[in-house]
């Protein structure tokens, strides 16, 4: 297990936030900005949900004592979507109104396709109300495209990726051209008609084709941010922050960094070949 812990370490910034709010100081430090993940899904109980909830009303308090360029990123079934809907909705609410009082910004995550619809339905009722609060959407499923001119439309701050859960044909993609046709469009989708998009992915040729649409289509560097995860690609933060354009990481924290972990792990073959050389080395 402890072996396990020290390959986590490469992808989550620690084990609370304290070390959490560490990672992210040094990234402020480079010019890059940040969103912190306290990690959670699927919580078993109301009180799971509570200490969430608390946890990320905390976390704010201190990522705006530190005056950190960082926003928080959340998932609704840690927040008690996959027990009660109205739960999960209270709960959002409380910290999407905290972030509000301190002028900091929460984005909802997307989770597998089973949560696609409630989560966009319970995201739109808040938004409604707050506007500091946005949500992810995922080129691999096939309903995306439709639900970024929605998003658009109603002017909520979108979070683009390629998705990094199994799902069906019948939901998704299942080639991997026509996951990255799907992210080309919504991206170009995002840059011309969205509200100040984050363009998430690690694929040089995704990140290249969203610098010559917006090139090309004179769309300013302020208008979009770029976003990686924590742990991969650093070097190229910094070059893409070199080059002018926003640049956020996404720093997890916590210990419930396991299904988080697989994820990291199945979706690139070079993940998968770190763990087995540290775990061959000792
Ligand atoms: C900030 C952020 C937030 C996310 N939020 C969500 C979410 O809410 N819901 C969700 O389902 N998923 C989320 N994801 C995960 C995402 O859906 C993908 O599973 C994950 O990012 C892998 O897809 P990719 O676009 O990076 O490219 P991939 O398809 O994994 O990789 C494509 C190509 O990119 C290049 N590449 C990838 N990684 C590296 C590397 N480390 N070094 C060098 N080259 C590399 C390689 O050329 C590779 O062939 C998020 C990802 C990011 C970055």
């Known amino acids: 297990?402890?072996?396990?812990?020290?390959?986590?370490?490469?992808?989550?910034?620690?084990?609370?936030?304290?070390?959490?709010?560490?990672?992210?100081?040094?990234?402020?430090?480079?010019g890059i900005k940040a969103t912190l993940d306290f990690l959670g899904e699927d919580c078993e109980s109301e009180a799971q949900a509570e200490a969430a909830t608390l946890e990320y009303e905390s976390l704010l308090d201190s990522i705006h004592?530190?005056?950190?360029?960082?926003?928080?990123?959340?998932?609704?079934?840690?927040?008690?979507?996959?027990?009660?809907?109205?739960l999960a909705e209270s709960n959002l609410i409380r910290v999407v109104t905290k972030a509000e009082s301190l002028g900091n910004f929460v984005r909802v995550d997307m989770e597998s396709s089973a949560y696609?619809?409630?989560?966009?339905?319970l995201f739109k009722r808040v938004f409604l109300e707050?506007?500091?609060?946005?949500?992810?959407?995922?080129?691999?499923?096939?309903?995306?495209?439709?639900?970024?001119?929605?998003?658009?439309?109603?002017?909520?701050?979108?979070?683009?990726?390629k998705g990094a859960y199994k799902e069906p044909a019948?939901?998704?993609?299942?080639?991997?051209?026509?996951?990255?046709?799907?992210?080309?469009?919504?991206?170009?989708?995002?840059?011309?008609?969205?509200?100040?998009?984050?363009?998430?992915?690690?694929d040089e040729a995704r990140i290249a084709e969203a610098?010559?649409?917006?090139?090309?289509?004179?769309?300013?560097?302020?208008?979009?941010?770029?976003q990686m995860l924590y742990g991969l690609r650093p070097k190229r933060w910094r070059e893409l922050v070199a080059d002018g354009w926003n640049m956020r990481v996404y720093v997890p924290y916590g210990t419930h960094w396991l299904p988080y972990f697989t994820r990291r792990i199945?979706?690139?073959?070079?993940?998968w070949m770190f763990v087995l050389k540290n775990l061959a080395g000792g």
């Open 211 to 226: 610098i010559r649409f917006a090139r090309e289509n004179g769309v300013a560097a302020d208008r979009f941010e770029f």
């Open 266 to 271: 199945r979706e690139r073959k070079e993940n």
């Open 116 to 121: 696609t619809q409630g989560t966009l339905d």
């Open 1 to 30: 297990m402890r072996a396990l812990t020290f390959l986590a370490s490469r992808f989550v910034a620690g084990d609370n936030a304290e070390d959490a709010v560490d990672a992210v100081c040094e990234l402020n430090r480079l």
């Open 65 to 86: 004592k530190a005056r950190l360029d960082c926003n928080v990123s959340l998932k609704l079934t840690q927040f008690g979507m996959n027990l009660d809907t109205g």
């Open 170 to 202: 019948s939901a998704a993609f299942q080639e991997k051209a026509l996951v990255n046709k799907s992210y080309d469009e919504s991206a170009a989708a995002l840059l011309k008609d969205g509200t100040y998009p984050g363009l998430a992915t690690h």
């Open 130 to 161: 707050h506007k500091n609060c946005g949500v992810v959407v995922q080129s691999s499923l096939r309903r995306t495209a439709a639900d970024v001119a929605e998003l658009n439309a109603l002017g909520a701050r979108v979070r683009l990726c």
